[in-house]
């Protein structure tokens, strides 16, 4: 699919003699046509603007950005919009916007760099020919992208049993040939909006098949992603994905499963993923992208329901009136009830953290020589995070 919207931005941009750019309707990059820094275009390199710099590396526009080109009704226009240079938004040279619509809805936007003499009518009519094509394209990948928005969605809420395997059905016959590759899920979490139709283009998330998002709690979305992989012990394009996704989400996480081959496990991939952003959420030392298999005991503390957090131990020592406590005893636990090395990194004395332990045993009801009673305050200190 990349290639064909290759092959049509070259198309244009050998009809104009100039450098063509292909965004949809969010300002994302899908092509861009190469330059030759000169010639018969009368298109000079060493001009080149920082706003068609930054979509090109970054591969999307920022929203000021956006906001700036729309104000020259290229969301209503159904012929080329000429834009004037305007340098105070970093824009050096001049624009022409073809608008790429389908039916009547706009789906994206050729851009090139206005030049003198410029494209004649009969070239721009020739070029918005292309962009009909375009349009066709983007419709037909934008129905075939919501298909497996909902297939990718249903295999992932589905109750386990016949309606998971109809589901994992679906999603097999959406992704076609892609179904029995290996796979990683990606969880990102919170999601930036409650709408659950609210999830990027699967093809502007690097080597996602699908893409789609999920319910997070009672009123928060998660986001979904099958990343496609080439090794089981190579996940470095699940981490890109991540990362990506993370830049339009402030302040989430991300968890990563292990991979997996075809489809079969998608919901204990989902599980792995979303257990381990809520632990990177919980643990900011794992994130901002933490992989299940480095999330130690918090593998099996997010399988515990919301309700384990308040068993009666901690009923008292989790109030904010014992914050100090509490800390005392998670360092306590975490040093495997070594005083000296907890002391030393409470920066106290030995005899304060002893006496702090003191409080905390009080609180409880708990023995801290005890080995289960250490096992059940640190677990419930850990849950408390989640």
């Keep these: 699919m990349k290639g ?76 080329p919009v000429r834009i004037p240079p305007t340098p105070e938004a970093g824009v050096h040279r001049g624009r022409i916007c073809l608008p790429v619509r389908h039916r009547g809805f706009a789906l994206g936007y050729v851009w090139l760099l206005d030049g003198e003499p410029g494209p004649s009518d009969q070239q721009l009519t020739a070029a918005m020919e292309v962009a009909t094509r375009i349009g066709a394209l983007l419709a037909d990948e934008a129905q075939a992208g919501a298909d497996l928005t909902r297939e990718f969605r249903a295999v992932l809420t589905a109750e386990r049993g016949w309606q998971r395997d109809m589901a994992v059905a679906a999603l097999r016959t959406a992704l076609g040939s892609r179904a029995d590759g290996l796979h990683a899920v990606v969880c990102v979490a919170p999601w930036r909006s409650a709408d659950p139709d609210d999830a990027p ?142 002391a030393a990194e409470l920066g106290i004395h030995r005899q304060t953290l002893y006496y702090r332990l003191s409080r905390v045993e009080q609180l409880t009801g708990l023995d801290l020589d005890e080995g289960e009673d250490r096992l059940l305050l640190h677990m419930v200190l850990k849950s408390s995070r989640l």
């Design 201 to 342: 283009a699967a093809r502007t998330v690097p080597g996602a098949a699908a893409v789609c998002t999920v319910p997070w709690g009672t009123t928060a979305q998660s986001l979904a992603a099958l990343v496609r992989l080439r090794s089981a012990d190579a996940l470095s394009p699940a981490h890109t994905a991540a990362s990506r996704l993370l830049d339009a989400a402030p302040g989430a996480a991300a968890g990563i499963a292990g991979a997996r081959h075809g489809l079969e496990d998608l919901g204990a991939a989902w599980w792995e993923a979303s257990g381990a952003a809520r632990a990177a959420l919980a643990e900011r030392r794992f994130g901002p992208v933490a992989q299940w298999s480095d999330v130690g005991p918090y593998r099996l503390l997010t399988a515990l329901p919301p309700e384990a957090a308040h068993d009666p131990v901690g009923r008292q020592l989790l109030g904010p009136a014992h914050r100090e406590l509490t800390r005392t005893a998670e360092v306590f636990l975490d040093c495997a009830g070594q005083a000296g090395r907890a």
């Design 4 to 79: 064909d919207y290759q092959e049509l931005v070259d198309e244009i941009s050998a009809l104009l003699g100039a450098p063509a750019t292909l965004e949809n309707r969010d300002f994302e990059l899908i092509a861009f046509g190469a330059h030759d820094g000169g010639g018969d275009s009368g298109f000079d390199a060493s001009v080149l603007d920082p706003v068609r710099t930054r979509s090109i590396l970054t591969r999307r526009s920022t929203s000021e950005v956006r906001s700036w080109f729309e104000s020259f009704g290229i969301t209503r226009a159904t012929a």
